[in-house]
């Protein structure tokens, strides 16, 4: 008897590498993430749109995947662009970054997010709006050059905050980016940008 529950053990050790989507362009995609009703488990989805890997936000915006950890459960995906001539997030008509509070997916504690164009009401929040945030760094590299002089401010994604949203809004602050795991010492432009997400296991 041992031995048959040692057997069966093993074999649904073994399975979720059967189930396994294929690559999508260079991309491996593991267990239990699905990019079809094939392959993983269909509540973990991601999307392959022309060879590149792709999460879904509740409202319908796709972020491009930047990099999976299979073994941490995280996936990184890319911030939304900001356009230089607005300082708006390419996803500001929908509110930010909004995760689906039904699936298994939710934004890890190692993000640091910053938002620009902020109207004065943030200097309540206990966020930081100082001459030495983060964010005036990132206004100093091409990518941020857009949203120079408005008012920004970084905070820290701890475990306190929602971990299914990032939001902007006209009247709040209109736009946003994020970096992981941030070291001070590290210049702007060597920075790790995106949003990580991390995933609660099938089993």
Same mark, same amino acid.
Request: proline letters at 7%; hydrophobic letters at 35%.
């Given at each position: 008897?041992?031995?048959?529950? %040692?057997?069966?053990?093993?074999?649904?050790?073994?399975?979720? %590498? +059967?189930?396994?989507?294929?690559?999508?362009?260079?991309?491996?995609?593991?267990?239990?993430?699905?990019?079809?009703? *094939?392959? #993983?488990?269909? @509540?973990? @989805?991601?999307?392959?749109?022309? #060879?590149?890997?792709?999460?879904?936000?509740?409202?319908?915006? !796709? !972020?491009?995947?930047?990099?999976?950890?299979? #073994?941490?459960?995280?996936?990184?995906?890319?911030?939304?662009?900001?356009?230089?001539?607005?300082?708006?997030?390419?996803?500001?008509?929908?509110?930010?970054?909004?995760?689906? /509070?039904?699936?298994?997916?939710?934004?890890?504690?190692?993000?640091?997010?910053?938002?620009?164009?902020?109207?004065?009401?943030?200097?309540?929040?206990?966020?930081?709006?100082?001459?030495?945030?983060?964010?005036?760094?990132?206004? /100093?590299? /091409?990518?941020?050059?857009?949203?120079?002089?408005?008012?920004?401010?970084?905070?820290?994604?701890?475990?306190?905050?929602?971990?299914?949203?990032? @939001?902007?809004?006209?009247?709040?602050?209109? %736009?946003?980016?994020?970096?992981?795991?941030?070291?001070?010492?590290?210049?702007? *432009?060597?920075?790790?940008?995106?949003? /990580? +997400?991390?995933?609660?296991?099938? !089993?």
């Amino acid at each position: 008897m041992f031995l048959q529950v %040692a057997v069966l053990l093993t074999l649904l050790s073994h399975m979720p %590498a +059967l189930d396994a989507c294929p690559k999508c362009g260079n991309m491996v995609v593991p267990y239990p993430l699905s990019t079809s009703d *094939d392959c #993983g488990n269909p @509540r973990y @989805r991601i999307y392959c749109n022309n #060879g590149a890997l792709e999460f879904l936000s509740a409202p319908g915006i !796709y !972020y491009r995947i930047l990099s999976i950890n299979p #073994g941490a459960y995280k996936l990184v995906i890319r911030p939304p662009l900001i356009g230089k001539n607005t300082c708006y997030s390419s996803d500001l008509s929908v509110g930010g970054l909004k995760l689906d /509070e039904n699936l298994p997916f939710n934004i890890s504690v190692r993000n640091t997010v910053m938002l620009f164009n902020c109207s004065d009401n943030i200097l309540l929040s206990p966020l930081n709006c100082s001459s030495t945030s983060y964010c005036r760094q990132y206004e /100093e590299i /091409e990518e941020g050059s857009g949203c120079k002089g408005t008012l920004c401010c970084h905070f820290l994604k701890d475990s306190s905050m929602t971990s299914h949203r990032i @939001r902007v809004r006209v009247g709040g602050c209109t %736009a946003y980016t994020s970096v992981v795991d941030v070291q001070p010492k590290d210049p702007a *432009d060597a920075w790790n940008y995106g949003i /990580e +997400l991390q995933w609660t296991s099938p !089993y």
